[in-house]
């Protein structure tokens, strides 16, 4: 654990208790992240990767080990509003235009109202959503609604990012596109996103670190740390070190799937 | 206006089934009558005809057939004695005198609408207390449902009478039966519409801290108001129901239930006939009202009505 350390989880572990008995969701999580990081949690499901997310949002509590976010609790990091979180939905509020879905935390935390105007306007700008401020929802593409999430969970400037696969409901096209406004997103706002993914060319595209995860239980198989330049247009994806990347989480994920 | 076809259809063919029906229902009150008026009638004493069945004696008695149309007090009123009725006494009298409908539809409907106040604000605030509160959630449900299970017919005299006791009468006794009826459907319909935010919306809230108050008025409060609508519409037809069984039992002088008493105790069903469609016509301008009051709200919050 350095300085610039944001998050940090050492020994963490997460049993759920069900009616079929115990379920060893996280086994042994050790991992730091640092500030300005793009963090991505690849892995099958039921690896673990939605639960840590959710660990370090403190929406669910560690049965056992330490999680420490911006050296606070979780629990205090929530309360000190440390992180934006965009879940798999946009689940945005019919009865509220875009602008008023972005605004929607900002009135909950007391931001006054030209203040709340300023931010709407900045983030749906940074989104790419300029002039669909008076739209309602259902007037806005899959993609666009999801940018509007992002830009609700942008809106009061916590530095922490956590995306919960914001994208995994959209069709290829569109997520490269949303994929590529996301990393121009990250590398103008310095935050530091976690990100859960199912898809390999997603996670090697966006992030510099891979935190590979498998099942049963819930565990971390491999951290990569990404060589790619922090400028990354599409085709990089075509070139031999980010194949050799993919090629290292396959594996990873493999690895992690004798047992089946 | 597209399903304006197939309403008109089916009241088409109400009244078909209607009109025929009045042939062999007043068959026998018909030949009576006709037979004091010196018409031949087959067979020709009373007793004789008690052996028939409406339509038997009908195809017996094929030229009395235009007659079962008119008669004074008959067992099924036509559908043109009904509607001449209710043009008589609700175009035609002064609005204030006891035999004008729409005198005795305010009587009615003054109860109703009060009765509705109370009982949506009561349903709501139930609801909100469910919805906040494990113990009224434990609690209270359970009450509701057997409330609605007491048949209103059997409570509606006893509070009624209650009430008298105490010095209370005319419209407030009724609107509470009204209240009675009309709660219920709220309490479910906006405790299901305070639920109806999925656990991914409440974790939204909980990442921004918000307070319980502020998820009440930002998500669940403006998440229950298309189960609101559906609940006010089913509400206010009970709490007409409400009313109206509320002057049956009592001897009310006024009101759509009074006017059904009246015309059945003195042989008058065209009067009963009248005051039953005044009631449903209320009724469905009622839940009309409600209807485009939903349309409109909906519109305005950006929801485009289902």
Known sequence: MTADTVISAQGLNLTFQTNDGPVHALKDVNLDIRKGEFVSFIGPSGCGKTTFLRCIAGLEVPTDGTLSVNGMTPDQARRARAYGYVFQAAGLYPWRTIGGNVKLPLEI???SKSEQAERVARVLALVDLAGFEKKFP???SGGMQQRASIARALAFDADILLMDEPFGALDEIVRDHLNEQLLALWARTEK???????SIPEAVYLSTKIVVMSPRPGRITDVIDSPLPKERPLDIRDSKEFIDIAHRVREGLRAGHVDD | MKSLLPILTIVAAILVIWVLAV???NMHLTADQAQRDGLV???QTPLERQGYSGLGLSVANLGLIPLTYTLDRPRLPSPHQVAGEMWETIALRNVTSRQSLVYHGWVTLSATLVGFAIGTTLGMLLAVGIVHNRAMDMSVMPWAIASQTIPILALAPMIIVMMGQFGIQGLLPKAVISAYLSFFPV?????KGLRSPDAMQMDLLRTYYASSSQGFWKLRLPAS???????FKIGIS????????AELPTGARAGFGARMLVGDQYGNPLVTWAALFAAAITAAALVAIFTAMERLTLRRMGMAAA
């Open chain 2, 187 to 191: 309490v479910v319909g906006m405790v």
């Open chain 1, 138 to 140: 259902w007037q806005l």
């Open chain 1, 192 to 198: 530091t996103i976690g990100f859960v993914t199912h």
């Open chain 1, 109 to 111: 935390m007391g931001f």
């Open chain 2, 23 to 25: 042939v062999p229902m």
């Open chain 2, 238 to 245: 009970a709490a007409l129901v409400g009313a109206i069984v």
């Open chain 2, 41 to 43: 009638v087959v067979p």
């Open chain 2, 225 to 231: 108001v298309p189960y609101l609508f559906a609940s």
